[in-house]
Nanobody, 125 residues
Framework: QVQLVESGGGLVQAGGSLRLSCAASGRTFSNYGMAWFRQAPGKEREIVAG????????YYADSVNGRFTISRDNNKNTVYLQMNSLKPDDTAVYYCSQVRIIWQVTWDLKNYGYWGQGTQVTVSS
């Protein structure tokens, strides 16, 4: 059974940085794409960044491009999200997710079948 455990959220002032981590278990990590999604109160869950199984393809939402960096360490079964120049609009619960299908490259939420419990990121102005 796939388990995803996020860590690294918290409260930060605008302009600050945070690094989220997500430790995965249950399947061969290096075979599956990963992504970070976020959901703010009253809004739909949206993709923030994604990375394919080998780490050589990434995707960023326009709102975070140039500020956030997704990476993965397949030896540690962990995916990271480095968030710099944070803005109050980045405030949300951030979720780590894994695609359902082996080797699939996708940035569509409907193709992600496994989710962490979420970690709160709050950016104060």
């Amino acid at each position: 059974q796939v388990q995803l455990v996020e860590s690294g959220g918290g409260l930060v002032q605008a302009g600050g940085s945070l690094r989220l981590s997500c430790a995965a278990s249950g399947r061969t990590f290096s075979n599956y794409g990963m992504a970070w999604f976020r959901q703010a109160p009253g809004k739909e869950r949206e993709i923030v960044a994604g990375i394919n199984w080998s780490g050589d393809r990434t995707y960023y939402a326009d709102s975070v491009n140039g500020r956030f960096t997704i990476s993965r360490d397949n030896n540690k079964n962990t995916v990271y999200l480095q968030m710099n120049s944070l803005k109050p609009d980045d405030t949300a619960v951030y979720y780590c997710s894994q695609v359902r299908i082996i080797w699939q490259v996708t940035w569509d939420l409907k193709n992600y079948g496994y989710w962490g419990q979420g970690t709160q990121v709050t950016v104060s102005s």
